[in-house]
Nanobody, 129 residues
């Protein structure tokens, strides 16, 4: 069973930094795109940053130049380094990944695979003085 487990949230003063980490576990064949989303109270969930398996990144305009997304494919982790944090960055941050797993196997051989979208449980980031 695949799981995404996040860590690193907390309370930080404006201008401070936090580092979020997300680790995937389970019987995984490969991980495609990975991303961080966030949801503030009363608002819709929004994409913060994404990274492909090849390392191509994209960012929301509101975090460009302040946040950096990276991944370690061997460790199946994705990192979000957040600098120059602002009160408006306060939200629950969620890890997301497109993961390929075995759909069917016979005689020890994989006969079918599937891709599914997985989410972490969320980690709270609060930026306040």
């Amino acid at each position: 069973q695949v799981q995404l487990v996040e860590s690193g949230g907390g309370l930080v003063q404006p201008g401070g930094s936090l580092r979020l980490s997300c680790a995937a576990s389970g019987t995984i064949l490969s991980i495609n795109d990975m991303a961080w989303y966030r949801q503030a109270p009363g608002k819709q969930r929004e994409l913060v940053a994404g990274i492909t398996s090849g390392g191509t990144t994209n960012y929301a305009d509101s975090v460009k130049g302040r946040f950096t997304i990276s991944r370690d494919n061997a460790k199946r982790t994705v990192i979000l380094q957040m600098n120059s944090l602002k009160p408006e960055d306060t939200a629950v941050y969620y890890c997301n990944a497109d993961i390929r797993t075995v759909a069917a196997a016979k005689g020890g051989l994989v006969s079918a695979v599937k891709n599914d979208d997985y989410w972490g449980q969320g980690t709270q980031v609060t930026v306040s003085s």
